[in-house]
């Protein structure tokens, strides 16, 4: 049955406007962000390196934003639970997530039911990266790397190497050792960092591939030996380490680490939260604070970085596949 003339024209009047109301409200919105409190999710446990990096950026970035930012611990399955949970956040710009090369370039090749993939995300801004260290108990008779590839090959026994987990960053960077060195170690995964550690420390697995905010304090009181790091440069406050690169395994992967944020951000939106997390990285306080904890500082416009996150989901899917890494 056909409608009656005039009220066709009555309901399309009513959806012209609503339509110019929708239209008119989006850009209203996005002018008047932030009006309630920023959500930061970190995906890992409350106290580890990560965490310390966001809470310390956070009030810095809520002063900037004039709104509170509040930062919320969300651990476990190397990182994939947090960034579920943020990836089905409104995309609005008021739930942020602490992206890393775990949860975002590595578990989404591993882990087909993570609850987000590559597109999930839009990048925001970098915080830069963590240089791991290839750390070893001090009762590994090895002073520098090629010490180490020699024991290891020599060894009547696999040397065992530990990680936080299955496909953590940890692994994938101790497989490329590996690879890279032609050499056989023994993977023991644990639960964490914190466990990792002491087992270390303990003696009960021979090395880990770890980050240096975690290892520094126990390589200077002498319960563990660094051997390398895996950086393009030696690190500032550690000039004698030399880098594995330097020593003949040519592994240079970062490890990288910033903010993303549900995919469909509003490109105004997007800008501000940008330009606020910049000027927090920019200010002297911060950039020496973020220093002292070996943050190398990895700069970028928003665009760029969106490239570079893309990029790294592609180079270290590679290096997952040339390891055989799987989570079976």
Same mark, same amino acid.
């Given at each position: 049955?056909?409608?009656?003339h ?8 009513g959806?012209?406007? !609503? ?8 850009p209203?919105?996005?002018a008047d ?10 995906? +890992? ?6 965490d310390?990096?966001v809470r ?9 934003l004039?709104?509170p930012v509040l930062v ?27 992206g ?8 989404p ?5 993570a ?9 925001i ?12 108990h001090?009762?590994?008779?090895? /002073? =520098? ?7 290891a ?5 696999r040397?065992?190497?530990?990680? +936080? ?5 940890g692994?994938?960077?101790?497989e ?11 993977h ?10 002491n087992?270390?420390?303990?003696? #009960? ?12 304090q ?7 030996r660094?051997?390398?790091v895996? /950086? ?17 395994? =040519?592994?240079?992967?970062n490890? +990288?680490?910033?903010f ?9 939106? !997007?800008?501000r !939260?940008?330009?606020?997390? #910049? ?6 306080q911060?950039?020496?604070?973020l220093?002292q ?8 416009n ?17 290096v997952?596949q040339? /390891?055989?890494?799987?989570l079976?």
């Amino acid at each position: 049955m056909t409608l009656p003339h005039r009220v066709t024209r009555r309901t399309f009047a009513g959806a012209v406007a !609503l339509l110019a109301l929708t239209t008119a409200v989006l850009p209203a919105a996005a002018a008047d962000f932030p009006n309630k409190p920023v959500r930061i999710i970190v995906p +890992w446990p409350a106290g580890g390196g990560g965490d310390v990096v966001v809470r310390l950026m956070a009030p810095a970035i809520a002063e900037r934003l004039n709104t509170p930012v509040l930062v919320e611990n969300r651990p476990g399955a190397t990182g994939t639970i947090g960034s579920a949970a943020a990836a089905k956040s409104p995309a609005d710009g008021y739930t942020l997530v602490y992206g890393t090369a775990d949860s975002n370039s590595i578990m989404p090749h591993l882990l087909k039911n993570a609850g987000y993939d590559r597109k999930a995300f839009v990048a925001i801004a970098p915080i830069g990266f963590f240089p791991y260290a290839l750390a070893v108990h001090p009762s590994v008779p090895a /002073a =520098n790397l090629q010490e180490f590839v020699q024991l290891a090959r020599n060894s009547r026994e696999r040397l065992s190497f530990g990680s +936080w987990g299955v496909g953590s960053s940890g692994q994938v960077l101790g497989e490329s050792v590996k690879a890279a060195a032609g050499i056989d170690l023994l993977h023991v995964p644990f639960q964490g960092t914190a466990p990792l550690l002491n087992a270390l420390v303990g003696g #009960q697995i021979k090395a880990a591939m770890l980050p240096m905010p975690l290892v520094e304090q126990y390589a200077k009181a002498g319960n563990i030996r660094l051997l390398g790091v895996v /950086a393009p440069d030696r690190l500032p406050g550690l000039p004698a380490l030399r880098t594995l690169k330097e020593q003949g395994v =040519n592994v240079d992967i970062n490890t +990288w680490v910033g903010f993303l944020a549900p995919a469909q951000v509003p490109p105004d939106v !997007l800008a501000r !939260l940008h330009k606020a997390i #910049q000027e927090v990285q920019a200010s002297p306080q911060i950039a020496e604070r973020l220093r002292q904890l070996q943050v190398v500082p990895q700069p970028m416009n928003q665009a760029d970085y969106q490239s570079f996150v893309d990029s790294e989901y592609d180079r270290w899917g590679k290096v997952i596949q040339q /390891a055989r890494i799987t989570l079976e």
